[in-house]
């Protein structure tokens, strides 16, 4: 064995040695509450993998967005379409932004939050996602402690995964993963078109 083969060995062998420990030690079984957060593309779109993921292996899932276009979505036409036992659900307004109407926002926020709601206290869901949710919070169109509360007392073996930049140090704190996504370079800084199947 060369001495280059050989430094290799040593490394991997170290490295190897650090992840069963790693592995070792957790032996805490529960579901998990993801946050995915930051102002970079894919968050969205990693919480949809998590749903491929979980529908994979039998699992139900339930879907709740908040914040939606009217452009249709990939991932919501392949779930309506090839996936009807996931439990699917919109807030239906479209973008905040675009409707200008805070007391129908927040009318629509919270009856949308009732579905997420209902999921979060259901232990027959495996995963629940909550896509977008954090522009609620941020813009007080929900009431934090009661979204703090329903996730923290959801069932034991429940995961659920909570999209959107921001969403405050509380959502944070509660939250088992915290990941932040952050934006280098966007296409659509440079001109370019949002492109079917990448971006929606």
Known sequence: MSEIEEAHRRKMAKLKAQVDARIAAATEERGVFILLTGNGKGKSSSAFGMVMRSLGYGFKV??????????????????????????????????????QDRAGDIAAAEATWAEAARMLADPSYYLVVLDELTYMLSYKYLDEAKVLK???????????????RGGGAALRELADTVTEVKEIKHAYRAGIKARKGVDY
């Open 62 to 99: 339930g879907v709740v967005q908040f914040i939606k276009g009217e452009q249709l979505s990939g991932e919501e036409i392949f779930l309506r379409e090839r996936c009807p036992e996931v439990d699917f659900h919109q807030m239906g307004t479209g973008f905040t932004w675009n409707t």
């Open 150 to 164: 329903a996730l923290a007392e959801r069932p034991r073996e429940q995961s659920v995964v909570v999209t959107g």
